[in-house]
């Protein structure tokens, strides 16, 4: 059985940080695009960040130069280095796992994912 699970989560002050994980059974990271997404209440689910083969293939804009998605194949482990946090951060984070078809930014989309984990909360104060 497939499955993610996001963890990590919690309240921190605005300029604070976070690590996220994503644990993996049932596949391994290595065959797969594993990708980070958001979604604030109201509003649609975004792409945040993803990886394949150990490179990392994009950051959003919002997030770049303050988010890293390192990774530890070994544990079919992802995370989701939060720092400099800012309030528009607060949203739920999922990690998901699929197999993108190759045109550009496919990886960003959510509907090219198939396994999804139950998402894991962050709010940020100001």
């Known amino acids: 059985e497939v499955q993610l699970q996001a963890s990590g989560g919690g309240l921190v002050q605005a300029g604070g940080f976070l690590r996220l994980s994503c644990a993996a059974s049932?596949?391994?990271?290595?065959?797969?695009?594993v990708g980070w997404f958001r979604q604030a209440p109201g509003k649609e689910r975004e792409g945040v960040s993803s990886i394949r083969h150990g490179r990392v293939q994009y950051y959003a804009d919002s997030v770049k130069g303050r988010f890293t998605m390192p990774s530890d194949n070994a544990k079919n482990t992802v995370y989701l280095q939060m720092n400099i946090l800012k309030p528009e951060d607060t949203a739920v984070y999922y990690c998901?796992?699929?197999?993108?078809?190759?045109?550009?930014?496919?990886?960003?989309?959510?509907?090219?994912?198939?396994?999804w984990g139950q998402g894991t909360e962050v709010t940020v104060s100001s």
């Open positions: 998901a796992a699929g197999q993108p078809e190759w045109y550009t930014d496919s990886y960003t989309k959510t509907n090219e994912y198939d396994y």
């Open positions: 049932g596949f391994t990271f290595d065959d797969y695009t």
